[in-house]
């Protein structure tokens, strides 16, 4: 267990690294975190009204409504993202064979290599947060930052096992996944990312009911905008968890045959 | 096929005859259409983490380092994937970079040095774990002179002799293969067609070379044209 840890962490301390020889990213982060935030302030001010506010359900304000939804977007694109970028990067650099043939086993580097990204994208996001609530009030004193917590852990899980499902669609056929985008796309329609699902036409709000997407971002909001505790934010929690534990090894089982494909094919660094 | 503790068998054969293949299912990054493999007793399909326990893979083209970091990090890195760590780890790294003049380069981001110190920095990935079983292919392709010859000589006195390691590798380079390999595998098609020693492949087909054995098993003729060599 000790070593496992150790080995996951190797993952993270290389992209640490790499990522300190460039320095100017983290200089435009901040910036395009502003803009973003700066952005959602301004679309809120103007599309603001108190009928707006009565419908929106744990939105004291359209801004911290639609700053959870677009950060939450932030994470649900990283998560289904950040597998297949790893792996075209290590085929890109030519390192996916070096890793392969090393005593790491796959599901140790496939999930260390995702932890860099999932960090860097939660200081983007804590940035973004910063910003909200220095220069337009985004209230950071209601949030319940253990259910925070433990809400984007479950997210993660949950569509980490679509990330690598994405990753083996581009292992077998050396292309991104169009699904991906369009669960992505769909999702910020019916997912509720920058408004309520009641609004829209009762089948969509079918599709979204049986969309996690919706109740990691429905769990989110309230642990952060109403301070609902872990036991408050038990049954999104539930079906997302349920969602991850069963489609996480189905994904990292698909993801190993797809890799034994391209074993059997030779294929396994053809781009 | 066979390679035993302290043997270096080189695999030879035109290009297309099976030679990286070969390696690759070794190194368990293919799996065999037909047959099986083993290495350090380990059968490469179906326990393929005990047999990379063992395993020490240098390959031909792929190199594959992270270019933003140095050479050192790089070693590091690929040694802690190994299992080495601390001073073990940083004294190995110093020992090989000494022995393949690397320390003046080994600071130096990758993407600053040359092929052939690349080539230099992976066959020393390769073996820093110090593995029983060495596969390389084409382990001297971008060295000069000078540095194929000291690898050559390192691979003979400390990794064969001293270290009783097994050596499979693939190369084109005939003196390479009389100087380092015991035995010879002739490969044309995907099939061995001749194993044995240098000596005793030129003996058995009455060759004079390697040159004219390999090219007499794998039924090849080569003629020159008076034009491609005038007087």
Redesign the interface.
Same mark, same amino acid.
């Given at each position: 267990m000790r070593?496992a840890l &150790?080995?996951f962490f *190797?993952f993270f301390l &290389?992209d640490l690294? /790499?990522a300190a020889?460039?320095r100017s990213p983290f200089v435009f982060e901040i910036i395009q975190a502003l803009l973003g935030a700066t952005m959602l302030y301004y679309v809120a001010r103007f599309v603001d009204s108190p009928e707006l506010r009565e419908a929106l359900p744990q939105g004291r304000s359209y801004f911290t409504y639609s700053l959870v939804g677009f950060i939450f977007f932030d994470y649900l694109n990283e998560a289904m993202d950040t597998f297949d970028r790893s792996l075209l990067e290590a085929r890109d650099?030519? #390192? +996916?064979?070096? +890793? *392969?043939?090393?005593? /790491?086993?796959l599901s140790l580097i496939l999930a260390g290599s995702a932890m860099y990204p999932f960090v860097a994208t939660t200081m983007r996001i804590a940035v973004y947060i910063a910003w909200g609530a220095i220069l337009f009030g985004f209230p950071l004193g209601s949030a319940n930052w253990l259910s925070v917590v433990v809400v984007l852990l479950a997210t993660l899980l949950a569509f980490s096992a679509l990330g690598i499902l994405s990753a083996a669609h581009l292992l077998l056929f050396k292309r991104g996944n169009p699904l991906k985008w369009m669960i992505l796309g769909l999702s910020s329609v019916i997912g509720g990312m920058l408004f309520p699902v009641d609004i829209l036409p009762h089948w969509l709000q079918i599709i979204a009911k049986v969309n996690p997407v919706t109740y990691a971002l429905d769990a989110m909001r309230r642990a952060l905008l109403d301070g609902t505790s872990v036991v408050g934010v038990g049954r999104p929690l539930l079906v997302l968890v349920g969602f991850g534990v069963v489609a996480l090894p189905t994904s990292i089982a698909v993801f190993t045959w797809a890799l034994?494909r391209t074993? /059997?094919t030779?294929t +396994? #660094?053809h781009s | 096929m066979e390679v035993q503790p302290g043997e270096a068998v080189a695999l030879l054969g035109a290009n297309g005859a099976g030679k990286t293949t070969l390696l690759r299912i070794l190194a368990t990054l293919l799996v065999p259409t037909k047959g099986h493999a083993l290495l350090a007793g380990h059968d490469t399909e179906k326990e393929p983490a005990a047999v990379r326990k063992s395993l020490g893979y240098h390959a031909g083209s792929d190199l594959g380092f992270y270019a933003r970091l140095s050479g050192r990090e790089n070693l590091r890195f690929f040694g802690r994937l190994n299992h080495l760590q601390g001073a073990d780890l940083e004294g190995k790294i110093q020992k090989f970079a000494k022995r393949f003049g690397l320390e003046g380069v080994i600071d130096r981001q990758v993407r600053t040095l040359s092929s052939g110190t690349v080539q230099r920095l992976s066959l020393l990935r390769a073996i820093l774990h110090e593995p029983t079983v060495l596969l390389l292919d084409e382990p001297t392709r971008s060295l000069d002179a000078i540095a194929a010859a000291e690898f050559r000589h390192f691979l003979k006195s400390e990794v064969l002799a001293q270290r009783r390691a097994s050596v499979l590798f693939a190369s084109h380079t005939l003196p390479e293969i009389e100087f380092l390999a015991d035995r010879v595998a002739i490969l044309h098609d995907g099939k061995i067609l001749a194993i044995d020693s240098p000596a005793a492949l030129q003996k058995a087909y009455g060759c004079g070379s390697l040159e004219e054995v390999f090219l007499r098993v794998t039924g090849r003729n080569v003629s020159f044209s008076e034009e491609a060599h005038p007087a």
């Open positions: 070593r &150790r080995d *190797l &290389r690294r /790499i020889t460039y650099t030519r #390192t +996916l064979e070096p +890793l *392969l043939v090393s005593q /790491i086993p034994r074993k /059997i030779g +396994l #660094t | -």
